[in-house]
C-alpha cells in the first residue's frame, strides 16, 4: 500500500539531547512536509522540500533541522535549542498534476514528550 | 500574511442531523482550498480539495464550497452520524505552503 510512514509513534527527549524524527513515503511524491502541532491548535508548518537536496524554513523552524538525501525520506531532527519540544510531530507529502497542487497525504504522527 | 479561522471550534449535535462548518481566510490570492479530517492521536485524512476555480466538490455525504471573494468556505454534513466524530481543518494553499485554521472538533450523539 502507497502511504507515508512516521516512526516512532511515542518518543522522550531529555534534557540536552537531539532526537530525530523519520518519515518515509512511496509515494511518489516530490514534496514533503514537517508540522508541528500542539493541543487544540492547527498545524504549523516547520519545514518543507520540494525537490531531493532542497528545503525551505517555515514558519517555525528555530531549533529543527532537516535534510532530503533521497526522495523518498525526510528526516526531521529537534535539538536541543528547541526549547519546549513537546507536540506532536506531522510529515506529510504531496505531488504536482499539471500545474494543480494535489491534496497533502499525512503520516500518523510522532508524540515527543520531555522527560 | 495568511490567516485562517474556524468557527465553531466546537460543535455537539445528534445523530441525523445536517451541519455546515464554516472556514475563512483573509487573502483570497490561494490555489486551492481543502478539508481534512483528524481522528485523536492520528494523522489527517484530505476529504476534498476545491481548485480555485472551482465552487464546490462532493463526496458521498459531504459537500464543500468555496467563495474566494469573500474568503469564506463551508463543508457541509448530511445525515451526520456517530463515526463523523472528529476535529475537522480546512487548510488553503499559497506558494509553496498549506496554511491550517485551527479546526472544528465536531461530536455526533447516538
Known amino acids: 500500500d502507497g502511504g507515508i510512514t512516521q516512526s516512532p509513534k511515542y518518543l522522550f527527549r531529555k534534557e540536552g539531547q537531539n532526537v530525530t524524527l523519520s518519515c518515509e513515503q512511496n509515494l511518489n511524491h516530490d514534496a514533503m512536509y514537517w508540522y508541528r502541532q500542539d493541543p487544540g491548535q492547527g498545524l504549523r508548518l516547520i519545514y518543507y522540500?520540494?525537490?531531493?537536496?532542497?528545503?525551505q524554513k517555515g514558519d517555525i523552524a528555530e531549533g529543527y533541522s532537516v535534510s532530503r538525501e533521497k526522495k523518498e525520506s525526510f528526516p526531521l531532527t529537534v535539538t536541543s535549542a528547541q526549547k519546549n519540544p513537546t507536540a506532536f510531530y506531522l510529515c506529510a507529502s504531496s505531488g504536482v498534476t499539471r500545474g494543480l497542487y494535489q491534496p497533502q497525504h499525512f503520516g500518523d504522527g510522532t508524540r515527543l514528550s520531555i522527560l | 500574511k495568511q490567516e485562517v479561522t474556524q468557527i465553531p471550534a466546537a460543535l455537539s449535535v445528534p445523530e441525523g442531523e445536517n451541519l455546515v462548518l464554516n472556514c475563512s481566510f483573509t487573502d483570497s490570492a490561494i490555489y486551492n482550498l481543502q478539508w481534512f479530517r483528524q481522528d485523536p492521536g492520528k494523522g489527517l485524512t484530505s476529504l476534498l480539495l476545491i481548485q480555485s476555480s472551482q465552487r464546490e466538490q462532493t463526496s458521498g455525504r459531504l459537500n464543500a464550497s468555496l467563495d474566494k471573494s469573500s474568503g469564506r468556505s463551508t463543508l457541509y454534513i448530511a445525515a451526520s452520524q456517530p463515526g463523523d466524530s472528529a476535529t475537522y481543518l480546512c487548510?488553503?494553499?499559497?506558494?509553496?505552503?498549506?496554511?491550517f485554521g485551527q479546526g472544528t472538533r465536531l461530536t455526533i450523539n447516538p
Open positions: 522540500s520540494q525537490i531531493v537536496n532542497d528545503f
Open positions: 487548510a488553503v494553499q499559497g506558494a509553496q505552503k498549506l496554511v
